[in-house]
């Protein structure tokens, strides 16, 4: 099994639809993230968490939400899709400490029509 | 002025060449350096850290030059394999969460 799953791998939704990205994680670690990457651009920090009681925004939070449901689980939302929203989407994991790289998910690649 | 900042390439090059990537960086109080290797359509993963004396694995060496504040990737002897795009992180000041992706440089081994 992957370190870091995530679901769906494809989705296709419509403008206004409600959509949940899911993420697990048996790294053990406390530190969780979600990321989209568009073409030319790097990858953005849209939330982040550090435990289960803490979740902070990132760079672009506008339009998402997510919940920490477990230590090894994080999901992302959306709570009204539209179409800039295209975009692959990376949940990753680290260990605490400043050293530690991530750990990706395979990604979601959700497009929205 | 970018946080980090990477030639998007392409770099173009014959099997077995050696080929350097630079990346530069905005804040000089960064602490941690990563350059991850990213597969098309697949996600990003670690390469190697990057540490202040310059760190080796196989093929591949990492330098850091905090005087200029850039660190470069040096891949020796490539091979098809190493064809990717090369992905340059570094994170804020010390304590901070933010890890800056640069938006990577893409190299192609040709046979």
Request: with cysteine.
């Amino acid at each position: 099994d992957a370190d870091v799953t995530q679901t769906p791998r494809n989705r296709i939704t419509k403008t206004g639809k409600r959509i949940m990205l899911e993420c697990s994680q048996t790294k053990g670690h406390d530190r969780m993230y979600w990321y989209r990457q568009d073409p030319g651009l790097g990858l953005q920090l849209i939330y982040y968490s550090f435990d289960v009681k803490d979740i902070n925004k990132g760079e672009i939070s506008d339009g998402y939400s997510v919940s920490r449901q477990a230590q090894a689980k994080f999901s992302l939302s959306l709570e009204s899709a539209i179409p800039n929203q295209t975009a692959l989407y990376f949940c990753a994991t680290s260990g605490s400490g400043e050293n530690y790289g991530y750990t990706f998910g395979s990604g979601t690649r959700l497009t929205v029509v | 002025r970018k946080e980090v900042e990477q030639d998007p390439g392409p770099f173009n090059v014959p099997e077995g060449a050696t080929v350097a990537f630079n990346c530069t960086y905005s804040n000089s109080a960064s602490q941690s350096f990563f350059w991850y290797r990213q597969d098309c359509r697949k996600e990003p993963k670690l390469l190697m850290s990057v540490y202040s004396s310059g760190n080796e694995d196989g093929r591949f060496t990492a330098q850091l030059n905090r005087a200029s504040q850039y660190i470069s990737l040096l891949i020796r002897d490539s091979k098809l394999s190493d064809s990717a795009t090369y992905l340059c992180v570094v994170n804020g000041a010390s304590g901070t969460y933010k890890y800056i992706f640069g938006t990577g440089t893409r190299l192609k081994v040709l046979a």
